[in-house]
C-alpha cells in the first residue's frame, strides 16, 4: 500500500471528507482517509462486517459504480479524546432518482489519531425506518 499523505486537522475534518468523497464517488479520496491498519472496518446498512482495506475499498467500488450518494449529516454526538473520537450520526441520505423520505441512517464512525493525522478505523450506518428524530439531547454538566 502506498504510502498516505499527512492529513492535519481533526476529525472533524476527515468526517467532512469523507462525506465529500462519498458525493463525489471519490473512491481513492474515500480510502486515503482510512488507517493503515488492516484491522479497520466497514458495515454498510443491511450488509455484513468487511475488515481490511481489499474488501472496503471493493465495498465503495461497488457502491460508487451506482454513482455519487447525497448524505447530510443532521445530528452528531461526539465524544473524543486525545487519540480516539466516536461520532455518532444521524443521517438524511439521497440517490439522484430514489425517493428515501420513509428512511433515514443512523452511522457511527470511530476515528483515531495516527502519525499521519486522523484516519477512520470504522464505519457502521444502519437503515431507521420514519423520518429522522428530532435531537432530544442536551449536554449538561453535572456537579
Known amino acids: 500500500m502506498a504510502a498516505k499523505k499527512q492529513l492535519n486537522g ?8 469523507f462525506y465529500d468523497a462519498l458525493s463525489r464517488a471519490n473512491l481513492d479520496g474515500m ?3 482510512w488507517a493503515e491498519d488492516e484491522e ?4 454498510h446498512p443491511g450488509a455484513g462486517r ?7 475499498r471493493s465495498s465503495w467500488e461497488g457502491i460508487f459504480e451506482r454513482g455519487s ?3 447530510r449529516p443532521l445530528q452528531l454526538h461526539a465524544t473524543h479524546n486525545m ?3 466516536v461520532h455518532s450520526i444521524v443521517e438524511e441520505f439521497q440517490r439522484p432518482g430514489e425517493s428515501s ?27 431507521a425506518s420514519g423520518k429522522p428524530p428530532l435531537d ?8
Not at 481533526?10 to 471528507?17: F, L, P, R, T, Y
Not at 423520505?101 to 437503515?127: F, L, Q
Request: proline fraction near 2%; charged fraction near 15%; charge should be negative.
Open 40 to 43: 479497520i472496518v466497514c458495515i
Open 101 to 127: 423520505e420513509d428512511v433515514h441512517i443512523i452511522a457511527t464512525n470511530v476515528y483515531v489519531k495516527t502519525p499521519h493525522g486522523w484516519r477512520i478505523t470504522m464505519h457502521h450506518a444502519s437503515v
Open 50 to 56: 468487511l475488515i481490511g482495506h481489499a474488501a472496503i
Open 10 to 17: 481533526s476529525a472533524d475534518d476527515v468526517e467532512a471528507a
Open 69 to 71: 450518494v447525497q448524505i
Open 31 to 33: 480510502m486515503a482517509l
Open 136 to 143: 432530544m439531547f442536551k449536554a449538561s454538566i453535572l456537579h
Open 83 to 85: 487519540l480516539t473520537a
